[in-house]
C-alpha cells in the first residue's frame, strides 16, 4: 500500500508544483514558481504538497482573504491533484487540512473557486459539503509593461 503524506511546500517542490499547474492548465517554469512560493507571506498563505511514497502527487495554495465588505474567509486559491491520482483520497485529505488552518486563523469560512467548466471538480467539493454560493465573472485588464 503506498504512503500518502502531507507537507508544508519547499523551494525543492517547485518542479513538481510546476508540473501539477500544467495539469491545471496554467504553465510555469521552475524558476517562477520558485518565486511565487517565495514571495508568499507566511503569515496568511499556506502551499501544502501531497506527497506518495515521497514524491509530490498534489498541492494546495490556501489564504486569508480581507476585505472591508465581508468577514475574513479563507479560501482555496489552488488545489491540484495529479490526473493519475484522482479520487484516491489526496485532495480530501488536502480538503480537511484547509478547514484546520483556517480554524486556527480564527475564521468560520472557507470558500473556493472553480471554472465553470470543471464540473468533476464542483462535484468533489460539492461531497465534501461545500454550496454554490454565487455565480460571477471574473474581468482581467493587461497592464503595459513599465520600463
Request: proline fraction near 3%; charged fraction near 20%.
Amino acid at each position: 500500500m503506498s504512503e500518502i503524506s502531507l507537507r508544508a511546500a519547499t523551494p525543492n517542490d517547485a518542479v513538481a508544483i510546476a508540473g501539477l499547474a500544467v495539469q491545471l492548465g496554467y504553465p510555469v517554469s521552475r524558476d517562477e514558481m520558485m518565486a511565487r512560493l517565495s514571495k508568499l507571506p507566511a503569515e496568511t498563505e499556506c502551499v501544502m504538497v501531497g506527497s506518495v511514497d515521497g514524491e509530490v502527487k498534489a498541492w494546495m495554495q490556501i489564504g486569508v482573504a480581507m476585505s472591508i465588505e465581508s468577514e475574513p474567509f479563507v479560501e482555496i486559491r489552488g488545489l491540484v491533484v495529479d490526473e493519475k491520482l484522482r479520487a484516491s483520497g489526496l485532495g480530501s485529505r488536502l480538503v480537511d487540512y484547509a478547514k484546520v488552518w483556517a480554524q486556527t486563523k480564527g475564521v468560520s469560512s472557507l470558500r473556493v473557486r472553480s471554472n465553470t467548466v470543471r464540473t468533476a471538480t464542483h462535484a468533489f467539493y460539492e461531497k465534501r459539503g461545500f454550496i454554490v454560493s454565487k455565480l460571477q465573472k471574473v474581468f482581467a485588464f493587461t497592464l503595459p509593461q513599465s520600463v
